[in-house]
Each structure stands twice: as C-alpha cells, then as structure tokens.
C-alpha cells in the first residue's frame, strides 16, 4: 500500500501563494487517482480537487481558478498550487490515494490578513 507524506505548508498573508507536495513512497502512483482534501475544526475533510492518471484534474468550486493540482508520475509526486489564497482556505490540508483511501498526515496552511 501507498504511504503519503505532504509538505510544503505554513503560514502565508492572504491574497499570497503556496506550493503543497505530497510524496508517495512504497509503490507507484502513476495509474492510481489522486486527490487532495482539507480539514478545519469544523469542516471534515473537505474535498479540494483530484487529478485523474492521465492528469485530468477536477476541483471545488470555491477554489476554480485559484488551486493547480498536477503530478509527477516518474518521481512519485502529487502537488497543489494554492494562489490568491484567502482566509477561508486556513487548513490541514491532506492527500489521498484512491486505490486503498490512504492519506497523508497532513500539512497545515494558515492564511493571515
């Protein structure tokens, strides 16, 4: 099974970017869908966006046009380009394998005024 590990979080003044990767480790993630969530104390893990194996990506709605979710298949690595960042986007931001439902830890994003 696939372990995850995201980095890439920390603090950041609204209207700022924010680059969020999401290494996999113990198998290979190129035909498996990836998909990145978010967690706050209210909000449950929040679906974010996901990129497909052949790179189509798809995303909330609130983040359309600002969040970029790519893949590196050769080096094993999901990333979520966070630009025009807004105070509501403050999370724990998690990335999920689809084959098993596997996540990462998480890794905290905090968006200041």
């Known amino acids: 099974q696939v372990q995850l590990v995201e980095s890439g979080g920390g603090m950041v003044q609204s209207g700022g970017s924010l680059g969020l990767s999401c290494q996999a480790s113990?198998?290979?993630?190129?035909?498996?869908?990836m998909g990145w969530y978010r967690q706050t104390p209210t909000i449950e893990r929040e679906w974010v966006g996901e990129?497909?194996?052949?790179?189509?990506?798809h995303y909330q709605e609130s983040v359309k046009g600002r969040f970029t979710i790519s893949r590196d298949n050769d080096n094993n690595v999901l990333y979520l380009q966070m630009n025009n960042l807004k105070l509501e986007d403050s999370a724990v931001y998690h990335c999920?394998?689809?084959?098993?439902?596997?996540w990462g830890p998480g890794t905290r994003v905090t968006v200041f005024p």
């Open positions: 113990g198998g290979s993630i190129d035909s498996i869908t």
């Open positions: 999920r394998e689809y084959q098993y439902g596997g």
């Open positions: 990129i497909t194996r052949d790179g189509i990506a």
